[in-house]
């Protein structure tokens, strides 16, 4: 019968893992203990920490920070609550970090962005609503196309920018813009029909008949 030193150093078993047989020789040599070694379990990289907790802090490295999981973060809810934060911060850089999220592929931080811009920058500020359009996303489109709407009645730009959604690549977008640009307008006007007469999209023409 083998020493039961000699069982320790001999071949491994099928199902022991080939890394395992330099630590178990090593200990058998060196006389210390019979008893297996296992290899060190690998260091885990410390997660950033949550937009909550950088919430805490109001400078710009920390907003900086918030806006990164907006755009990195694995977790959607955790995108969506930095996007909430950016929304609700009271540090000038907030709204241009906001700004780069209205083109973020999840729709929920689409739509907290731009609400959230548009509370930096106020109901009457056409630049979150000119984003908004010029990222040819349905969801915040159409938010963008109800901002407009009580606001083309009395300025020439908002009623403007509806006119131009006419033509948006998004079918709820240009149709929500005909119903807004009828609003606009004087009921007995045809005014807005026969702007939307003008529009390369078929659907928009039937629309106005």
Do not use: W
Request: net charge neutral; hydrophobic share 45%; with cysteine.
């Amino acid at each position: 019968m083998l020493p039961e030193t000699a069982l320790l150093v001999g071949a491994a078993a099928p199902c022991e893992p080939e890394l395992t047989k330099p630590v178990m020789a090593a200990a058998t040599s060196s006389g210390s203990s019979s008893r297996l070694l296992t290899p060190p379990t690998p260091a885990v990289r410390p997660r950033a920490p949550p937009p909550r907790a950088l919430a805490a802090f109001g400078d710009a490295r920390t907003v900086g920070l918030v806006a990164e999981q907006v755009g990195s973060d694995a977790d959607h809810p955790l995108r969506l609550m930095a996007a909430e934060i950016l929304g609700a911060s009271a540090h000038p850089k907030a709204p241009m970090l906001l700004e780069g999220c209205l083109k973020h592929a999840d729709e929920a931080v689409r739509v907290a962005s731009f609400r959230g811009l548009r509370r930096h920058l106020g109901d009457s500020s056409l630049r979150p609503i000119d984003l908004a359009l010029k990222a040819e996303k349905a969801d915040i489109g159409k938010l963008a196309i109800e901002a407009l709407e009580p606001l083309a009645k009395g300025d020439d730009q908002a009623l403007s920018r509806l006119t131009t959604a006419l033509d948006s690549k998004s079918t709820e977008v240009r149709l929500a813009a005909l119903v807004a640009l009828e609003s606009a307008y004087d009921p007995t006007s045809p005014e807005a029909n026969l702007i939307a007469i003008g529009s390369k999209h078929a659907d928009v023409r039937r629309g106005a008949i």
